[in-house]
């Protein structure tokens, strides 16, 4: 039997993740040695998506994590702390410090490095010193000319869905009337 079809036949045809019964197919867990139905997982393209670009991560979307951390199967369990560590939010943390995964499975969750404490990572934060994160929601506290345009945004536009600056702590980007723009951390205000 394939492990597409082995995938099919354990998941029932449906994502292990969030239970999306469209676009699924068998997703390899990166950064374990083994191959095979242990290191495999059924998933839809929304989750594929998401687990290989972290810029496209949908907090809202991982929720579904509050039930599948709990599968009795490691690669499950694996992306599911993974992704939770990728997150960062209130909610995450909370899930974390209830999952429970054997010493050997943790160790595989933690080859990609997620859950780390980087000390040399970007830490962005607004003018008032509090930490954003990636899918924020920001207020801007003065009007600001956009470069390049004749566009002004005003004191008071909300920015949602923020993206941060991976090589520059003082800059995130977010869509104002449509259009996307650099914003420099001291003039927001995070929601």
Known sequence: MSLERELQQRSGSQCELCG??????????????????KTAIY???????????????????????????????????????RMLNRIKADWTQDLLAMMYMEEETLELAKASGDGEDDENK????????????????????????????????????????????????TYIEGKVDGQLIVIITEYVKKI
Request: with cysteine.
């Open 43 to 81: 998933a839809c393209k929304t989750c594929r998506e998401q687990m290989d670009d972290a810029d496209c991560i949908d907090s809202n979307h991982w929720r579904c994590l509050n039930d599948s951390m709990w599968s009795e199967h490691e690669a499950v369990k694996i992306m599911a702390w």
């Open 20 to 37: 999306n019964k469209e676009n699924v197919s068998s997703y390899t867990v990166s950064d374990i040695k083994e191959n095979g139905l």
């Open 122 to 169: 970007l830490v962005h934060r607004d003018v008032n010193g509090v930490i954003l994160e990636h899918g924020d929601s920001v207020v801007l506290i003065k009007d600001l000319k956009v470069k390049g345009s004749s566009m002004v945004a005003k004191q008071g536009t909300a920015v949602r869905n923020i993206r941060l600056d991976h090589e520059n702590e």
